[in-house]
DNA sequence: CATGAATGAGGGTTCATTCAT
DNA sequence: TATGAATGAACCCTCATTCAT
């Protein structure tokens, strides 16, 4: 449909201001002019500024979570490290691929407004679930050690998020993506240590 | 002196503020409304509303930088994985003493424009740097296994992030803190494996 | 154009404005009101109110040129001192014409700034030269006594503008331009003696 | 008195910034920095900032008005010429002595407000009245030809204004401000002509 | 559907003046 | 007398939104 159309350009050049000057720097006329319509035209496809950008977040949301399988543990599916890691690659693979979307989630909307707020934080609590259950059930499996599930999977959103946000705000082309999903796994499952040290308490005479 | 105990006055009441609503949602009228002063009154304290906002994170800034101590590698110093401990736990007490301080950094600082984002750039980048220089110096002795410092670092601030994010936007007291700094000490050193598999390319069949 | 109509509006209502009270006293408000256009349809027209008055002053520097002609000094031409009067009469009966742009002009362009102040500086000293010429050329050709020609034209531009600034501050139809012309040029022609005096230092025993 | 003193000071500072920005640009900040007072203490001397312009103009015009005597007709006087010549010679040594306040003068006092243009108003006139005298007497003495008084006086003060400008605002040292009096006499006496025309109406088939 | 002129609430900032010390 | 912190009315300008064409 054409009017469907329209709506896809400007969605288009506002993601692209957007993502490069915030939500409250971005003006109704910066977006009007990139994407060559009359200011009354704008308000035909959308009811408010605001509204483009929830059309753009949740759109994101949307198809990252479309990317998201949950874990299968039936027997005969794949390991359930390997169907986290095709989840992970997917979802990387995504936001690697539409850098201004990923900046405007990494940068933009969040501290936005409360709504925002609570929308991203729906979402990260799902993501969070999801992670979380994965790792109990690994305990369960006897493969991961026993954690606070919950900290450690915003643990790892934490680390994925940082990354992302370093590897898009330099302009350089990911150089091997591939390397940089490897070493984050590695961190993620080893951590840094290279051999568990013998007794657990090695920092320091802990009580605890 | 008067004027300096006054000016911190607004400071307060404008973190208060902007931590609640962000820095564009924030009127100067807000700020003076709630610090009691006049419009004038604000103006004799600060060039604008947004040094103020400069203020408050430099100021954050530079008390986070006072409590990051070098990791000192003479003999007779602590252990340096101690040493990191110590750094992470005055800055983590800091952050979660100072809650609004911490939400406007981690909530509303970032994005807010160019400048802002350099400033924040710069400092996680000194930050990255220092953890990467202990990652390195744990790799040199045999303590830390072979990895991208750089990734790794950065890996490691976006989960201490994160983590405190959550911390900070429940409003309940952190019932442990110790706890939970021992869960993010345990998965940075150990990650998520109770034990290291005994061959390397255990997920999937991968080429690398 | 309707657009242009719009804005010629505006114009005409801030020349009133601003011919009675001035730069400085001239408010937004004052304009938008006496224009009965909205705030913000002022910002439409127009960039600063300082723009405003700009282009009244341009407008009315280039009326005032288009009525300049240079001194024709072919053979033919009608004579230098008739082609200089011309260009008074256009200039006066302009200016005499709009009062208000006058009256801004004479009155509360002067002094506004060192912008605007170089900018009359530059059109004065145009006219100075522009008159200047004729001077030097009267004197080649015998007509005109020996004078210091940029001091002379000056002289004639601030006699002419004081008088216009009484023709104007007084609310009165000029009674008789003509005759104010003819006073006018009476006075540039032959000064205000009755015969030249025999001998020169008729004053007093001037050693120079 | 010291009283006396201080107000001075700041009367003479505030001329140097209101000859420079002019009324509406200089800040009572601006006056009180550069006489190094607080700002409690301006008040103390001054009841407004319109007041301290006010008392610098009405101290100047009371200045020129000394310097300017009646011309006296008593047989044994001075020729009145002489006397108009002294008159201007005395004036016009002040004005440019005293080049800031000349600049108010001729700047920035004209058409700052009506109460200001009023009191111009009645020093020009008083001024033109009495050049009007005298030119009546010299009309009746045979020395002066028949014309406008009024407009013939406005004519010369214009013309001296507008030299004065020129001269202050170049910030040249007047190289010979004798020569400058001269031609400025001549040019008001003699007019430009070298020779007056045999007939009258020279310039064109006037009918007058 | 499309346009773009019009709107006006609201924002940040300035500055002459006051007043408690 | 001298101070300078405090005041708040007023200013210019922006911008999301509306609406007549």
Redesign the interface.
Known sequence: MLKEKRREQVLLRATEIFSE?????TNVSDIIEKAGIARGTFYLYFQSKRQVFDSIIDTLLKEIDLRLKPIALEPGS??P??QL?ENATRVLTYLLDNRQLTQILL??A????QEC?EKL?GFYQKLADMIGSS?KH?ITM????Q??TR??A??????????I??LI?SDEDIADL???G?????????????T?PPHYRW??GES?
């Open positions: 000057k915030g939500y409250y720097s794949p390991p490290l390997e890691q940068q933009h969040e501290g936005l407004d707020d934080d790792l690994g006897g493969l991961v050690r954690c606070n900290l450690t915003y643990s790892i959103i934490g680390l994925v998020k940082e990354v946000r370093q705000s591939d390397e940089v490897e070493e984050l796994l590695k961190f993620g499952l080893l951590g840094v240590l290279l568990v920092i320091k605890k």
